[in-house]
């Protein structure tokens, strides 16, 4: 069975400083990923997906098949970037699991 | 519509009763999601609808819960005989294409409170 576990449920930084948000999982076969957010009072949605490689609001996030990672990256977060993430992970099969989620909080 | 549409927004229903949950996904999507997140808690995985095909329902947590998909478009969760354990926002969500890498679009979710 697939699961996706994200360490942190809250991180808290200076606006400015790098932020990491974790991901780990577990699947056998061949794993789509994806990073999801939720502002406050906004609906959940895709923020990045790690076929396409890209970089959506400053962040990036890289595939790692021999740690099961996928970690979120910024380099310079912003007050705006503070939300809810969640990690999710698509089989092959179509459904995704996703992670508890971390609430990301950007301080002045 | 433009995206996936979600009714009703809040719903307070007594205990026992049943309620009924719509999700109106983007037009041309083939696969839908119901998943269930409550408070403090990540994505619960309920019930998945790919085209023609037999619905993945192997999140439903009891036989209480059932979900149809008419004419591979609008959807219906039903819970019968609510529980109070069943509060939380239900979200629905639509994919291009299920077995891909496609990700999900989500709607606003209907928020269910049973008293």
């Known amino acids: 069975a697939q699961r996706v576990t994200q360490p942190e449920k809250l991180l808290s930084v200076f606006k400015g400083a790098p932020v990491e948000l974790k991901c780990n999982y577990s699947y056998s076969g061949s794993p789509e990923l994806f990073w999801y957010v939720q502002y406050s009072r906004q609906r959940l949605q895709l923020l990045l997906r790690?076929?396409s490689r890209e970089s959506i609001k400053g962040f990036t996030a890289d595939l790692n098949k021999g740690e099961t990672s996928f970690h979120l990256k910024k380099p310079f977060a912003q007050e705006e970037d503070s939300a809810m993430y969640y990690c999710a992970l698509k089989t092959n099969a179509g459904k995704s699991t996703f992670g508890d989620g971390t609430t990301l909080t950007v301080k002045p | 519509g433009a995206g996936v549409s979600q009714s009703p927004s809040n719903k307070v229903t007594e205990k026992g009763k049943d309620v009924e949950l719509r999700c109106d996904p983007i037009s041309g999507h083939t696969a839908l999601y119901w998943y269930r997140q409550s408070l403090g808690q990540g994505l619960e995985f309920l019930i998945y609808?790919?085209?023609?095909?037999?619905?993945?329902k192997s999140g439903l947590p009891s036989d209480r819960f059932s979900a149809e998909r008419t004419g591979g478009s609008v959807s219906t969760l039903t819970i019968q005989r609510t529980q109070q354990e069943d509060s939380a926002v239900y979200l629905c969500a639509s994919s291009l294409v299920g077995a891909s890498n496609y990700g999900y679009t989500f709607g606003s979710g209907t928020r269910l409170t049973v008293v």
């Open positions: 790690h076929i």
């Open positions: 609808f790919q085209g023609n095909s037999a619905p993945d």
